[in-house]
């Protein structure tokens, strides 16, 4: 049973987070910038939809993917 | 004559029903137990000897055969010497057969008679619940414990001999009444006001609390990796009734269950030093246990010094962080434990500590600092969504007199967060439990 975002499968991920237009752009660069996997996508619209829960609102804004991207781990080794 | 009482075996999380047949045939005196036995089971036959001796009672001069059924699941520990006893007592026409319809008996013996702790004593409640049987006689100890079941008559036994007196209507034990979550206080936790500066890292916490969500944080020594992580537990939603009972069945069976906390209200914390073992984390041994991960469900895993834990020991808790269970397999079959936690994790970005820090130099060379870094993996790494920088605190902050935000308020958003998430996923009927 599913009680938290955490707990998303990738049909639930599909039905609630759903980016608008901006967010899609932004998402997409976020995603070869960062050479972002298939499961790092997933984990980040769980992520920003949990950020977009506590500010109270229904979808996930712009903002809110791009706190849940900045959380993302920069390479760190240089 | 033939006697039967029911007692239960725990395989993983669940019980199983056992029957407790017991009969006297002719031959030297003795008792001989079959059904898949382990050797504290075999040793019943001295126990239930000495406590039927020493309860005042006579013990038969014939041969006694017991047998566990269903025979194919393995029987193991000493819960099964208070049914054995009462079935040879009600072999000798000591006690009618009649005294031990619709119960479920669990409990070990000593010497003297008295009734000892028994593990798992909540799952064996459920399945007595659940296989329609009407009352428990469980050790004095763990009665609390059966009585989080409703709908039980739960006689809490401290002996054979009260036990012998209740049933041929002697002093009568008075059933354990129904436990509720009212009675159980709440523990005090780290509050997050006395965590000093970091505001950013309390924000990436926060969000982590409300979705949990896995986090990394990374920062020198003395930055306050550690009391952050121990004050998570403090903002994270209280357990529905239900999360509390799951979570407490896997301490019952992991035997971790403290004597006077019958329920665990509040979400678990555990923070395994990193010498630990990987059967240790995940669960293991020869007949599985449940695992640091799994006694974490509902609640926090936290490895401080992540690099220091063997690498193994890292990789074999992928898999269960994905599914959210952890399966382990042995010849004698595999079990299925749970293990939802939420992974908080703590490092320094190198041996020294000091990579990156605003005043002290790093003396690590830059080959040193990769290869600290390297012991975590990429597929780990790629499960983790919160890394998360945790600085040296600045003086100003520190010698600040003003307390930040309690734990509190910062809960109350976390639960109006989750409240939504349960709402969109239609498990809102379980409400948090009052406080």
Redesign the interface.
Known sequence: ???????MRVA?IRK?CSLDETSQGLMKSAMSQMQL?A??YH??L??A???A??A?SDVIGPSHLA??LQ????I??S | MLSRVFSCAVIGLDGVVVDVEVDTTNGLPGMDIVGLPDAAVKESRERVHAAIKNAGLPYPRKRLIVNLAPASVRKEGPAYDLPIALGVLITEHLLPPQCAEGTMVIGELSLDGSVRHARGVLPMAATAREQGFTRLFVPESDAMEAALIPGMEVIPVTSLADLYRHLTGGTVIEPKPPITEQDLPLDVLTDFREVKGQEHVKRALEVAAAGSHNVLMIGPPGAGKTLLARAIPGILPRMSIEEALDVTRIYSVADQLPADVPLIRNRPFRAPHHTISHAGLVGGGNWPHPGEISLAHRGVLFLDELPEFGPRVLEVMRQPIEDKVVTISRAQGSLTFPANFQLIAAMNPCPCGYFGDSIKPCTCSSATVTKYQKRISGPLLDRIDIHIEVPRVEYEKLSDQRLGEPSESVRARVEAARQIQRERFGSAQQGPVAS
């Not at chain 1, 049973?1 to 707990?7: E, G, L, P």
Request: hydrophobic share 40%; proline share 3%; charged share 30%.
């Open positions: 049973m599913i009680t938290c975002n955490a707990d639930e609630f996997s499961r790092a984990r980040i769980k992520l939809l949990t950020i829960d506590l109270g706190e849940a959380y993302r781990p920069r760190m080794y």
